[in-house]
């Protein structure tokens, strides 16, 4: 039976403000000894101490970038953000903390005929990141929700890669913006390789679009949800798991 890593201990390197509701925040230290190569979009848990439990608190983030001696984590800013976001803005130089993972990396295959990347500010790490590695001749669609245009971010894509942004200033409340956005594509002919994770009502949503009006198969999607609006990251899990077992047995 394969174990899974002990969590490492990374040291914060410093924080960078990409976007207003965006904040970087890069790792480094002695954990990138035997952290493995290559991780961008793979998924990592950061692991905060709970004053009432000997278990830590989990929060599932993305590796946005990776060089020799740091990962860059992205963090997107709540007013009422929960604990990590609230260590993302809190934290400073020098300050360490536990991480859990690797876990896999989820990319959209470039081997298909075109590509389509969908996916609200909770995603965009993990998009950005699938951009950045596709080859140079793909095709296809990225349709990306951001809280405010000035969040909008500049990308390294292919050429024949078309990226739209859909300003969303209350996402979780109004899923129509994103759905709406991938309703009216311009479908490209061909087998598509589809990769999708937003919000948990909003990818219920998309996720019935695509398969039953645009007949994605399971085998051409990913489709996640990174959280739910208005619950926390346990409640969260627990509706996944029901929602997984419900889709599964359909």
Not at 149 to 173: E, H, K
Not at 237 to 242: E, G, I, L, N
Request: proline fraction near 8%; include cysteine.
């Amino acid at each position: 039976m394969n174990r899974r890593p002990a969590p490492r201990t990374f040291t914060v390197l410093g924080k960078t403000e990409i976007t207003p509701n965006m904040l970087r925040v890069t790792l480094g230290g002695e954990a990138m000894d035997s952290f493995p190569p290559d991780q961008p979009s793979a998924y990592v848990k950061l692991r905060f101490a709970q004053a009432d439990s000997d278990r830590p608190l989990l929060r599932t983030y993305t590796i946005r970038s990776q060089r020799s001696d740091a990962v860059d984590i992205d963090f997107v800013r709540h007013g009422d953000g929960g604990p990590a976001a609230r260590w993302a803005e809190d934290v400073q130089p020098g300050e360490t903390i536990d991480i859990g993972g690797p876990g896999p990396k989820k990319l959209v295959d470039p081997s298909a005929d075109w590509v389509l990347l969908i996916g609200d500010m909770t995603a965009l790490p993990a998009i950005s990141a699938n951009i950045e590695g596709l080859p140079a001749d793909t095709r296809g669609h990225a349709i990306i929700e951001v809280l405010h245009a000035d969040d909008i971010q500049q990308l390294t894509a292919p050429d024949g890669l078309d990226i739209r942004w859909v300003i969303n200033p209350q996402p979780g409340d109004n899923s129509d913006l994103l759905c709406d956005a991938v309703r009216e594509l311009t479908w490209l002919p061909g087998e598509p390789s589809v990769w999708c994770a937003c919000e948990f009502t909003t990818m219920r949503r998309l996720r019935a679009h695509l398969r039953d009006e645009r007949s994605v198969t399971r085998q051409q999607l990913y489709i996640s949800s990174y959280w739910q609006h208005g619950r926390n990251e346990e409640a969260h899990k627990q509706a996944k798991r029901a929602d997984s077992d419900a889709d599964q047995g359909s």
